[in-house]
């Protein structure tokens, strides 16, 4: 079972690196599973026929702040739902999670209104720009962090608050020298969460954006045009800016599956 799960993970990555080989008259044809000519020339090309290196730079800004906003404004937000009683907490808690019940493309026509008409009124260009597109990805990553970072301090024992607050420490530093270094596991699930959903969304950027903030899940489509698709060059795009994401996830594996608070109270 392991093995036909396994094969069917990789044969498709194996076609797509077979293809991005290919001269592109190979690919036109009759797909073959081992290449009768193997050329590095469509990776060489996918950076003139679209401006690639943009879109890549576009996709790695927004996709890094909307992780930084996202992870630091959850951080906040679950250690106050976690550790506090006010009122509306269980109203609070229970609106951020019904955002999550609502298909994305019910935002999408009042995010756009509201970004047009405040850039009228104030004159700041949210639509079209790399701000207006981490604002519209805080929009969906935030209610799902909290709620799980929410989840993730509720396992760390008070005692810890508490013994840093005999020492001293305030509640800020009571979060950010105990519960924060503790729960680092369930912040880092919350970026890669955060960077995943912002580096593949496509939805929402091929809206918000124009030819100058265009990101790569709508930059890729550009490899297509009325007359022919350059399906080898498609296939080495994907696999190059497959890279961060997967080089990212293999850096930061061992934190996702480490129990850091284990042991941290006797």
Same mark, same amino acid.
């Given at each position: 079972m392991l093995t036909l799960l396994a094969a069917f993970a990789a044969i498709p990555l194996y076609a797509m690196l077979s293809t991005s080989l290919k001269p592109l008259e190979d690919v036109t044809g009759g797909f073959r599973w081992i290449p009768t000519r193997i050329t590095l020339q469509p990776y060489a090309d996918i950076w003139d026929t679209i401006p690639l290196a943009r879109y890549f730079m576009n996709s790695l800004v927004v996709a890094g702040a909307a992780t930084v906003c996202?992870?630091?404004?959850?951080?906040?937000?679950?250690?106050?739902?976690?550790?506090?009683?006010?009122?509306?907490?269980?109203?609070?808690t229970v609106t951020i999670l019904s955002t999550q019940m609502f298909p994305g493309i019910l935002f999408l026509l009042p995010l756009f209104l509201i970004f047009v008409n405040l850039g009228?009124?104030?004159?700041?260009?949210?639509?079209g720009s790399r701000g207006g597109l981490i604002l519209t990805y805080m929009t969906f990553?935030?209610?799902?962090?909290?709620?799980?970072?929410?989840?993730?301090?509720?396992?760390i024992p008070r005692d810890l608050d508490e013994a840093a607050q005999v020492d001293g420490c305030g509640p800020l530093?009571?979060?950010?020298?105990?519960?924060?270094?503790?729960?680092?596991?369930?912040?880092?699930?919350? /970026?890669?969460?955060?960077?995943?959903?912002?580096?593949?969304?496509?939805?929402?950027?091929?809206?918000?954006?124009?030819?100058?903030?265009r990101t790569l899940a709508i930059?890729?489509?550009?490899?297509?045009?009325?007359?022919?698709?350059?399906?080898?060059?498609?296939?080495? /795009?994907?696999?190059v800016v497959s890279v961060p994401v997967v080089a990212g996830f293999l850096l930061l594996q061992r934190y996702l599956v480490a129990g850091l608070t284990a042991g941290a109270v006797k």
């Open positions: 996202s992870v630091v404004v959850a951080v906040f937000a679950a250690y106050a739902v976690s550790r506090y009683r006010f009122r509306g907490k269980r109203l609070f009228n009124a104030t004159g700041i260009a949210l639509y990553t935030l209610p799902l962090s909290i709620w799980m970072l929410a989840g993730y301090f509720d396992s530093g009571a979060l950010f020298r105990v519960v924060v270094p503790a729960a680092v596991p369930g912040i880092v699930a919350v /970026a890669v969460y955060s960077f995943m959903t912002a580096w593949g969304e496509v939805l929402f950027a091929s809206v918000m954006t124009n030819d100058t903030t930059g890729l489509q550009g490899y297509a045009n009325q007359t022919e698709v350059y399906w080898n060059q498609v296939m080495a /795009a994907s696999l």
